[in-house]
Structures are given as structure tokens and as C-alpha cells.
């Protein structure tokens, strides 16, 4: 009973693990998501798959690190994962706030000197 | 030499026209830049019928911004002096001769105009005294140099402050940050005392909501500021 109750879980983690690599191959196909961020969700969605197949290597690490409970031992590095990806935007974040500040200024600049040069005309027409 | 005077605005519409008469009233010969930083209210267009220099930001980019847009104008344009004043009419306009004086005669590269210096009578709320407070004894202890007024955003710079600022000022609360930021490259900071008026129009930039974020963040930013050598000015120019 015990087999066959694990045999369908994985099924179940086999093919959403799929799903979700396909979904992020569509998103960038589609040009949604920067293959460069893809890339990092690519990457975690194959090692979800991978320890999905290979339930036994998940129990392996887990116990080789001192967890009792392999799943747990998912949680974490799930969790990590999460931690670093969200690190990683807000220094993405943190750059583009700075490039829209510099092109927000840039435009107050161009703007001034096209008034500027309108201005000049309108009094040569006089 | 070339001076300028820098007035960011936002949403000031009832005073900027005045501060701006004040100021050519004051100093004739310096020219005015207000840099509008995405004001809803009618500053735009009653800036447009002043005489002067106006730069519009597209959407609100925060004072930091506003006034590092003065600063890269200044550069661009050769300017010898340029100091900024508000445009809420909290700085007085017969005060700048007072925050501008020092630097015409060399005698430093930035002056902050300070309402404590010398002088007790403050009448500020609880928290921003206590905040006040808490940045005086941080300057003081990453510095060893004491500034009573780091937050006051009525100061004078010479061209080579200028060229250093246009460069690097925060986005946010960007005073107390570029005091630490200025001594810490090597810039000659003197405080002169200043009178100015309790505010009549608009509200601070610092709201009593923000102010736990403001002293955090200001705090941490002069932390990491203090940690950081002196070599910013080489890179990025």
C-alpha cells in the first residue's frame, strides 16, 4: 500500500515539475522573461524533476547533512533558493531604479534644451 | 564667478514665485534653475512666466534627485558656486550672502546653513529633536567632527563639490548622507549659523510616518558611508 501511495506522488511531482519547465520555455519563447532570468528558474524547475525521479538521492543527501526528514531537507533548499532569487532581484531592483532616475533626468535635460531652442526661434520670427 | 541657485520643487505652487523673486532680489547677478520634480499642483506654469531656468522631471524622482539635477546642470554650465535653497520659504533669502560668503572667499568647499549652531532655541517636535540628536552624536562619532545641522538642506558648494555631487547624492533624504559622504573625500565642510522661518507652506519631505524609515535609513546609509574608502570620486568620474 505504502509503494504505491509513493509511486503516485511522484507521478504527481514528475509532472508538475514538466509543467513548470515548459511553462517558463513558453514564457521565454514568448518573450515574457529575459532568458537570463529564465535561466535561474530553468535550473531550479530540472532539480525539482531531478530529485523527483531520483527520491532515493534526495533521502541519500538529506541524511548525509543530518536530517532525519528528507522532506524538510526540500523545504530548505527551497528556501534557500527563494532567499537568493529574491536577493538577486532587489540588486536588479535596486540597479533599475538607478537607470530610470538617470533616463527620468536626461529627458527634464532634453526637454529644457527643446524649449530653450523653441523659444529662440520664436523670437527670431519677431 | 558664475552662481547658481538651485530651488527643487514640489507641489509648491503659493511660494516658489516668491522665493525665486527673493532670491534675484538678493543676488542679481545669480542665475535661478528650479528643478520641478513632477509637481502636480500649477508650479510648472507659474515658473514658466518667471525669467528663469526650469527643468521639469517627467514623474516625482524625490529631492535627492531633483537637487542632483541641479547639480549636473550646474556642471554642464560651468558653475563656480552653487548653493540651494527651498522653495517653501523656510530659507531665507538674506541669508544665503551668509552660506555663500565663505566659499566666494576659499575658504571651504561646502557650507551648510544651520539653525543650531550657537543656539538652543528650537521649538521642534520631541522626535525630531531626538533625531536631530541621534545624528549629531553619529557625526560626531564617525567623524570626530561635530555638525549640528546635517539634515538642513540650505547649502553652498563650490565647482569641485558640484562636479562630485552630480555625480553621487542619493536619491531619499540625501542630506545627512553626502555630509558624511563630502568629509569623508576630503571636502571642507564648515557650518554657518543661518536664521530660518518654521514652514508656512507645504509639509516637509520627512512626515512623521516616514521618520522611523528616514532615521533608519539615513543611519545605515552613513554607516555603510563611514565603511567605504575614499575611492568613489576616482571611479566614477
Known amino acids: 500500500m505504502k509503494e504505491v501511495e509513493i509511486f503516485r506522488i511522484q507521478i504527481i511531482a514528475i509532472a508538475v515539475s514538466l509543467a513548470l519547465i515548459f511553462f517558463i520555455i513558453n514564457l521565454i519563447k514568448k518573450r515574457k522573461l529575459k532568458e537570463k532570468y529564465g535561466l535561474l528558474w530553468i535550473l531550479a524547475s530540472f532539480s525539482i524533476l531531478f530529485l523527483s525521479i531520483r527520491r532515493d538521492l534526495l533521502e541519500k543527501t538529506a541524511y548525509f547533512i543530518g536530517i532525519d526528514y528528507p522532506p524538510a531537507a526540500l523545504f530548505l533548499a527551497a528556501l ?12 536588479v531592483i535596486s540597479d533599475l531604479s538607478e537607470k530610470t532616475k538617470k533616463l527620468a533626468q536626461e529627458i527634464g535635460f532634453l526637454k529644457f534644451e527643446l524649449e530653450k531652442k523653441k523659444s529662440r526661434k520664436r523670437k527670431r520670427k519677431k | ?9 514640489f507641489n509648491e505652487e503659493k ?12 543676488l542679481p547677478r545669480c542665475d535661478v534653475l528650479v528643478v520641478n520634480d513632477g509637481s502636480r499642483d500649477k508650479t510648472k506654469e507659474k515658473v514658466e512666466k518667471e525669467s528663469i531656468d526650469l527643468i521639469n522631471l517627467p514623474y516625482n524622482l524625490g529631492i535627492g534627485a531633483a537637487v542632483q539635477t541641479g547639480f549636473i546642470f550646474a556642471k554642464e554650465n560651468n558653475y563656480d558656486l552653487a548653493f540651494q535653497i527651498d522653495a517653501d520659504e523656510q530659507h531665507l533669502a538674506n541669508q544665503i550672502k551668509k552660506i555663500i560668503k565663505p566659499i566666494q572667499e576659499k ?14 532655541s528650537f521649538n ?14 553619529t557625526h560626531q562619532l564617525l567623524l570626530g567632527k561635530k555638525i549640528t545641522d546635517s539634515t538642513s538642506g540650505f547649502r553652498a558648494y563650490n565647482k569641485k563639490t558640484i562636479n ?14 553626502a555630509v558624511i559622504k563630502l568629509i569623508k573625500n576630503g571636502f571642507k565642510v564648515i557650518e554657518v549659523f543661518v536664521r530660518m522661518q518654521s514652514r508656512k507652506q507645504g509639509s516637509s519631505s520627512i512626515s512623521s510616518l516616514n521618520s522611523f524609515y528616514y532615521m533608519i535609513k539615513v543611519l545605515l546609509a552613513i554607516g555603510i558611508q563611514s565603511l567605504q574608502k575614499s575611492k568613489l570620486y576616482n571611479e566614477r568620474s
Open chain 2, 164 to 177: 562630485f555631487l552630480a555625480q553621487n547624492y542619493a536619491d531619499d533624504y540625501p542630506e545627512p548622507e
Open chain 1, 80 to 91: 534557500f533558493f527563494g532567499f537568493l532569487l529574491f536577493l538577486y532581484f532587489s540588486i
Open chain 2, 124 to 137: 521642534y517636535s520631541f522626535t525630531r529633536r531626538l533625531g536631530i540628536l541621534i545624528f549629531q552624536l
Open chain 2, 107 to 120: 575658504k571651504a568647499d561646502v557650507i551648510i546653513g544651520s539653525r543650531f549652531l550657537g543656539k538652543n
Open chain 2, 15 to 26: 511660494t516658489v514665485v516668491k522665493v525665486i523673486k527673493e532670491v534675484k532680489k538678493e
Open chain 2, 1 to 9: 564667478m558664475k552662481i547658481l541657485a538651485i530651488i527643487p520643487a
